[in-house]
């Protein structure tokens, strides 16, 4: 996990440094999310439903947004405690 974290933030500088105007999102969609880290877009929904997810994100409306920074941050501690994703069946009521 932690050299596919190393691999994004080697991506993201390249992509930043390429046309050197990237503006930087503020938030991101579980698409973004997975396309970032590597992720499933699924695994991702099925931490939005956790109940007591730690996963970093908000709905606008039906629209799920993740925090950038704090997406970055919610990656370093899943790596740092080497934490497995879809360790319980979704729950999800919708």
Known sequence: MEKILEEILCVLQELKNSNGKMKEKLTYTLDECAA???IGKNTLLEE???EDTTFPYFKVGRKIQVNRSK???WLEDMAENHTELRGE???CVR
Do not use: H, M, N, P
């Open 36 to 38: 970032i880290s590597g």
């Open 48 to 50: 939005t439903y956790k």
């Open 71 to 73: 997406f970055e941050r």
């Open 89 to 91: 069946k979704l729950k």
